[in-house]
């Protein structure tokens, strides 16, 4: 080599290095590098410097050819780079004189090459060579910098553009660049992305004629393969490219199963380069339908072509899946070439492993892109009536990339609000993310940390939606979360455990914020879950026993030690729980503990809520930290319009996107807790602060968040209203079809027979108040009866999947305790008529028991006198004894008057409310003489009202009370002075609806019709705006706002929102 470099002889120099080549292609085989190791120490390297740098043609040709035989060595690869071998092969096709400018820096390099003829075999087969070398340079890493240069990259564009021939091998070289997110830049500005782009556009993939060659085709397809890998790669890291859904759907189209008999299982790497593009693409866009369709001329006469071909594409999936072993392999059937199903392979070869993890990479990515259209309702639906079958196949893939993909695919679909109407998906969601916990568990050492992250960032998702917190208590979350922090923390670095950790406590806290499983109410009193907890879930206020999950005291107890954690996220975590479950504290005055707690997790919801994520970016971005700007209160009618842009956008805020600038998982936690206080009278007053920050959470939070603040304007309304007046009962009768409304939002009346509107004119508050109950006509308050002190619990919350009779189980249970069953106020307005007939008319009736039937509680009853030409009217009142007790009333003048009962006793801490029995006011003054009610208390129990129903040996309804008008039941006896203001009261301005009328004001209906779209929020909002709909002057605006959104509700599948938009549905009406 010496020699022949001395001389100038390259003829010598070529033959030396093939007849070398041989010989040492033999030892290289045989893994025996000793001989290329002792070349090098003889000085080989600068013999090949010699050819690859030389400004003749030939010589670096030769020089490249025996230089490209090296570079599996590391120290000769190493070498040649520092000899600038890879810009040698950007010089491979040109002219001596072209090489020897370019090589003084005088030429660019790829100018000068064949100018005068630019098909020349020797320049094209020369390119080929380089391209060739180029390509096993691609698999080392310290090369990647050499080849992403604008050089290169030049280089091999030309040549996929002369040498058809080389185009698989061109585009392999961007493909393997593209499989390190560093070079994407590089490949963006090199213009190589139009290039791919345009490849796809112009390349013959369709397959030649039976009895042609597949040569070229198969050249062909292996290229397009290539850039659709390198595309799909460029567009999952958020490159923009310019690739034409329409033209992957075509290709798809050609490959894929249109019908039973076209299932080829062939071409199976193209087809999953294709899906994975086609995947990342729809993953990308803001909307699926619009990226489907983009640029199609099939758009017009086939809108339903690219659905199809992705049916067709998964029917290829299903025939694929069923012939790969339990391992993954290939069976007999599928070991055929991938291009070329004529030519059988090995079943243990390595082309044969190739195409068997193709095929896992089609199933993979053509499972994620159906799991992405399943959450658009057009396409979920049109897939449906496809009959798309088996779409958890892919749940059983064990390779670690693909299940990667699969997970990231799982936590973003299940982030986005239009997945979580696809319930059945997200439960098997649920199900496959627990067997993969259950996995990571069982490992004998350590656990794999990117899925366990990712498996557990999935949970959190899930564990926002209510449903799958049911779930996930019922599959024990509590117990395998707490095996797998001990796990980690055992054998994992301490960053990455608490990282784990914090998430698991996420996870818990979300599961522990369920209603169910938080409200000693709504605890589910199955025999499943009784079974499944046994007895160590201690109500931690009575006591008594109830299904709290995580178990109460264990799960406080280990709060207790993350509260003095040193991570901030856990101490906060740990914090807000524990205050969530010392309920106790709160039994205290409302002046206690509102300046204190209360008001201290007040204030971190208004900085950290979702609703500020634009605020909080922006202020991260910049570097500030100015909590002043934070606390700035925008109109709510610039927060609307953010929302608007955002659906407009189809970009809705995500809890992964949410979690980087403000804290969603604490600030849920925060008005879950804030939603249990609203319930309270003696905290509502408190929350009128805070109406605007909540109607901006529900506009603009993420929907999670967004439920919780719907369900605490919701409560806020329920037992209204900002007085502590414990109003539990009120039918205002305010319209002629509005009779079986509650105002207080704590019942759901149910009407009888056909009640009488009032005549024009004729009516309360100058106003259409008043409902004339006739024969066969009345209001039902409850099935069971209302009692004050045990009113019922089923409109204090809102789940999809619960009914109202899951809901109200057990009574609603007071945060200080019961009140005094003898402590209550009923009250009403009720028409004197000039001539009123003399039968009796009952006002209240109880509830019939079995062997007890009911009793006419309040009834007004004609006593004629003895001897003499008339009678008078008493009201008859019946105690908890059974006694009736009559007290007269003086002759009424026509028109309208206000009855009043108050019942307390002497232990009543307040002494204008402290005495002994029942006192009956009527137009606001005590009618019943001085102590003649004392010691007599009627029974609590309120069932009927404005009839007799289901007497014992009377007919039902035949004892109307005739034509009244806001009708209220209260858990507290009433002051003389409250009485005689609502006696003298001549409108409605002093009505308890402070609340309502407030958030009326501020526009809350079209707050919460807008997030009608996730059936969580859903359900909480239907329950806000039915309690708004209680009053008449809203009812309007509400139905204009999402009236026709809602009659759809109605058959909604799930049951709890069917229940509350026919709720709301009948408020309105």
């Not at 040109?94 to 090459?113: E, N």
């Not at 030690?561 to 309920?583: C, H, I, M, P, Y």
């Amino acid at each position: 080599l010496e020699r022949a470099c001395a001389s100038g002889d390259v003829g010598r120099y070529r033959e030396l290095w093939d007849s070398q080549w041989v010989f040492r292609k033999a030892k290289q085989d045989a893994q025996d590098y000793e001989y290329d190791k002792d070349l090098m120490k003889r000085g080989v390297m600068d013999h090949l410097r010699f050819g690859f740098r030389h400004h003749g043609a030939d010589w670096r040709e030769a020089g490249l050819r025996a230089g490209g035989t090296f570079v599996y060595n590391d120290e000769a690869r190493q070498q040649m780079l520092k000899d600038d071998f890879v810009g040698a092969l950007s010089l491979s096709t040109m002219t001596d004189d072209a090489a020897a400018l370019a090589d003084h820096g005088k030429l660019a390099a790829g100018g000068g090459r064949a100018g005068d003829n630019q098909h020349d075999a020797v320049q094209v087969e020369r390119a080929h060579l380089a391209a060739t070398i180029l390509l096993s340079m691609a698999d080392y890493p310290e090369c990647q910098p050499y080849l992403r240069s604008y050089g290169i990259l030049n280089f091999l564009g030309i040549v996929l553009n002369q040498d058809p021939n080389a185009a698989a091998i061109a585009t392999s070289v961007f493909a393997k660049l593209a499989g390190h997110a560093e070079n994407l830049e590089y490949l963006l500005d090199g213009a190589v992305v139009d290039l791919l782009e345009s490849y796809i556009k112009v390349v013959q993939y369709r397959q030649p004629p039976r009895g042609s060659s597949l040569d070229s085709w198969k050249v062909g397809v292996e290229a397009l393969t290539n850039c659709t890998f390198t595309l799909g790669t460029m567009v999952k890291y958020g490159y923009p490219c310019q690739v034409h859904t329409s033209s992957v759907i075509y290709i798809l189209s050609e490959f894929g199963a249109r019908t039973p008999e076209e299932l080829v299982p062939d071409a199976l790497r193209l087809c999953a380069e294709l899906a994975r593009l086609l995947y990342w693409l729809c993953r990308t866009s803001p909307d699926i339908c619009d990226k489907l369709g983009e640029d199609a001329p099939y758009t017009q006469h086939d809108p339903e072509f690219p659905l199809r071909t992705i049916a067709g594409l998964w029917a290829k999936c299903l025939r694929v899946q069923g012939l790969l072993d339990a391992s993954g392999k290939l069976c007999p059937e599928l070991c055929t070439e991938d291009l070329d199903v004529n030519v059988r392979i090995d079943a243990y070869s390595s082309e044969a492993s190739c195409k068997a993890m193709s095929a896992r990479r089609l199933i993979c990515y053509t499972s994620c892109l159906l799991w992405l259209c399943l959450t658009a309702p057009t396409l979920r639906w049109k897939f449906r009536d496809l009959r798309l079958t088996r779409l958890d196949v892919a749940f059983g893939e064990t390779d670690p990339e693909l299940k990667l993909v699969m997970l990231s695919t799982v936590r973003h679909v299940l982030d986005m609000p239009a997945a979580q109407q696809c319930h059945d998906l997200v439960k098997k969601f649920g199900q496959w993310l627990l067997e993969c916990l259950d996995k990571e568990l069982a490992k004998w050492s350590g656990v794999n940390v990117d899925d366990t992250r990712l498996i557990l960032d999935a949970l959190l998702i899930l564990a926002m939606q209510r449903a799958m917190q049911v779930f996930l208590a019922d599959q024990d979350i509590y117990y395998k979360l707490g095996l797998l922090r001990k796990k980690v923390q055992d054998v994992a670095q301490a960053n990455i455990a608490e990282s784990i950790e914090l998430a698991c406590w996420f996870i818990l806290s979300e599961v522990a914020m369920h209603p169910r499983n938080r409200l000693t109410w709504m605890s589910s009193t199955s025999s499943k879950r009784d079974n499944y907890f046994g007895s160590w879930a201690i109500d931690a206020l009575g006591g008594s026993t109830c299904q709290h999950y995580p178990p109460r005291d264990k799960f406080a107890q280990e709060l207790e030690g993350v509260a003095g954690s040193k991570n901030d996220k856990l101490r906060t975590v740990a914090s807000l729980l524990l205050v969530v479950f010392q309920e106790t504290k709160f039994e205290a005055a409302v002046e206690d503990v509102g300046k204190s707690t209360l008001t201290v997790v007040m204030q971190w919801w208004q900085v950290n809520t979702t609703t500020l994520y634009e605020e909080q970016r922006e202020l991260a971005q910049s570097g500030e930290v100015n909590d002043d700007v934070l606390r700035q209160r925008k109109p709510l009618i610039d927060i609307l319009r953010v929302a608007e842009q955002r659906k407009a956008g189809k970009a809705p805020l995500t809890s992964m996107e949410a979690i980087r600038y403000t804290a969603p998982h604490e600030c849920i936690m925060i008005l879950s807790f804030l939603s249990r206080l609203a319930l309270e009278p003696s905290f509502k007053d408190m929350f009128r602060k805070l109406l605007h920050p909540l109607l901006g959470c529900v506009c603009l939070g993420i929907w999670p968040e967004a439920r919780e603040a719907a369900s605490v304007l919701a409560n806020l309304m329920w037992l209204p209203d900002v007085g502590e007046e414990h109003l539990v009962c009120w039918l205002k009768f305010d319209g002629p079809g509005c009779i079986g409304v509650d105002a207080a939002n704590v019942l759901m009346p149910v009407r009888t027979g056909e009640p009488r509107p009032i005549a024009l004119g004729k009516g309360m508050y100058r106003s259409m108040w008043g409902i004339e109950f006739v024969e066969g006509s009345y209001v039902r308050l409850h099935p069971d009866g209302l009692r004050t002190n045990r009113i019922p619990s089923l409109l204090t919350s809102a789940s999809p999947f619960d009914t109202f009779a899951e809901d109200s189980r057990k009574p609603y249970e007071w945060l200080r305790g019961e009140p005094d069953p003898k402590w209550f106020s009923v009250t009403c307005w009720f028409y004197w008529p000039a001539k009123p007939t003399k039968a009796d008319k009952v006002l209240v009736q109880t509830t019939p028991r079995p062997k007890f039937p009911p009793q006419q509680l309040i009834t007004l009853e004609y006593v004629p006198n003895a001897g003499a030409a008339k009678g008078g009217w008493a009201w008859a009142l019946v105690d908890n004894k059974q006694n009736k007790w009559m007290v007269s009333m003086p002759p009424l003048a026509q028109g309208w008057h206000h009855m009043a009962l108050v019942s307390s006793t002497a232990e009543h801490k307040e002494s204008e409310r402290a005495y002994e029995g029942t006192r009956l006011y009527v137009d606001g003054q005590i009618w019943s003489k001085k102590d003649a009610l004392k010691h007599v208390w009627l029974d609590n129990d309120f069932c009927v009202i404005g009839n007799a129903a289901g007497i014992h040996g009377a007919k039902g309804g035949a004892k109307p009370f005739g034509l009244i008008a806001d009708f209220r039941i209260y858990a507290r006896p009433l002051t003389p002075e409250e009485v005689q203001g609502m006696a003298e009261a001549s409108d409605t301005e002093a009505h308890p609806d402070a609340l309502v009328r407030q958030l009326s004001e501020m526009g809350a209906a079209s707050v919460l019709a807008q997030r009608l779209d996730v059936p969580d929020c859903a359900a909480e909002c239907l329950r806000a705006l039915g309690n708004m709909a209680s009053r008449s002057d809203l009812r309007a605006e509400i139905y204009s706002i999402c009236g026709q959104q809602v009659l759809g509700m109605v058959s909604s599948p799930y049951p709890m929102i069917q229940r509350m938009a026919a709720r709301l549905l009948h408020n309105l009406a």
